[in-house]
């Protein structure tokens, strides 16, 4: 199975900083990533897909880059509804895995 | 509107069986992907089981296989899961998804149920 390490675990951020987020697969999977977005006691939302395409709805601030087995998350200016955790997840082969997650709490 | 409302969680004891039920509302049931996602309490998100939109191909999880079923009734716009043998570490809310449309969106999950959780102790 393909393995997706995220870093960092935890992020303390103010709004208004740029945050970036690092996705790392076991190896190369493409473009066929993932992002999405988890607040405490929902389902997660869909962000971004195929590394950088950004899902109808989602706000300009959120972007994605990379390809092979590097990629970001990175919101421009954080906003107070973005304190959340965020995951990548990998849709290169049929067993879809998802990064452990990264917490960005408010500092 | 797209609906998922997974049914069916609770406590059940280490061993025992448990079938969860996701009803789908607004859109055609019949020509999308499925999945089942779960997650633990306090931790990450964990992809169960995938199941092709006619219910001819289906894909588990290493930690699942042998112990769950997923199934589809198309007429019913209702996806499954049986899970049997349950163990502790099963303990989660499972979340039932559905796959994205598009070429580039297959394998991507766009809409989730609001979960149900199961919990898996004596």
């Known amino acids: 199975d393909i393995q997706m390490t995220q870093s960092p675990s935890t992020l303390s951020a103010s709004v208004g900083d740029r945050v970036t987020i690092t996705c790392r697969a076991s190896q190369s999977i493409s473009s066929w990533l993932a992002w999405y977005q988890q607040k405490p006691g929902k389902a997660p939302k869909l962000l971004i897909y195929k590394a950088s395409s950004l899902e109808s709805g989602v706000p300009s601030r959120f972007s994605g880059s990379g390809s092979g087995t590097e990629f970001t998350l990175t919101i421009s200016s954080l906003q107070p509804d973005d304190f959340a955790t965020y995951y990548c997840q990998q849709y290169n082969s049929y067993s879809r895995t998802f990064g452990g997650g990264t917490k960005v709490e408010i500092k | 509107e797209v609906q998922l409302v997974e049914s069916g969680g609770g406590l059940v004891q280490p061993g025992g069986s448990l079938r969860l039920s996701c009803a789908a509302s607004?859109?055609?049931?019949?020509?999308?992907?499925m999945n089942w996602v779960r997650q633990a309490p306090g931790k990450g998100l964990e992809w169960v089981s995938y199941i092709s939109s006619s219910g001819s191909t289906i894909y588990y999880a290493d930690s699942v296989k042998g112990r769950f079923t997923i199934s589809r009734d198309n007429a019913k716009n209702s996806l499954y899961l049986q899970m049997n043998s349950l163990r502790a570490e099963d303990t989660a809310v499972y979340y039932c998804?559905?796959?994205?449309?598009?070429?580039?969106?297959?394998?991507?999950?766009?809409?989730w149920g609001q979960g149900t959780l199961v919990t898996v102790s004596s």
């Open positions: 998804a559905r796959e994205g449309g598009g070429m580039a969106t297959i394998g991507t999950f766009d809409y």
């Open positions: 607004g859109f055609t049931f019949s020509s999308y992907e």
